[in-house]
């Protein structure tokens, strides 16, 4: 039901714009969070969004960098990441709440996850 995309291979210091549409259910009034996991490592938290996208929260390596936004008229969350560091190259993974309309950095408060997108960053 969670559907992410815009991953691909990009050079150090570039950008990328990620996407994650929702099916079958709207998520408008769900929390929804981006995800990460890189080679031989742990999935761990990147951004939180809430329901109505007025508050937002980052993981440090990422502040600054990286913006989370929401598009509730086309029922779809987007990952903006700009200054790319070789670094994040991971699988990332967008996720929703089913309770819970607010921020969440903890990966057990979601129910809803995206089947991920490759991201490669290029030194």
């Known amino acids: 039901q969670l559907q992410a995309s815009g991953g691909g291979v990009v050079q150090a210091g570039g950008s990328l714009r990620l996407s994650c549409a929702a099916s079958?259910?709207?998520?408008?009034?769900?929390?929804m969070g981006w995800f990460r996991q890189a080679p031989g490592r742990e999935r761990s938290f990147v951004a939180t969004?809430?329901?109505?996208?007025?508050?937002?929260f980052y993981a440090d390596s990422v502040k600054g960098r990286f913006t989370i936004s929401r598009d509730s008229a086309k029922n779809t969350v987007y990952l903006q990441m700009s200054s790319l560091k070789p670094e994040d190259t991971a699988v990332y993974f967008c996720?929703?709440?089913?309770?819970?309309?607010?921020?969440?950095?903890?990966?057990?408060?979601?129910?809803?996850w995206g089947q991920g997108t490759q991201v490669t960053v290029s030194s």
């Open positions: 969004i809430n329901w109505i996208g007025s508050s937002t």
């Open positions: 079958g259910r709207s998520f408008n009034r769900s929390g």
């Open positions: 996720a929703g709440r089913t309770v819970g309309v607010g921020l969440a950095i903890r990966q057990d408060l979601y129910t809803y």
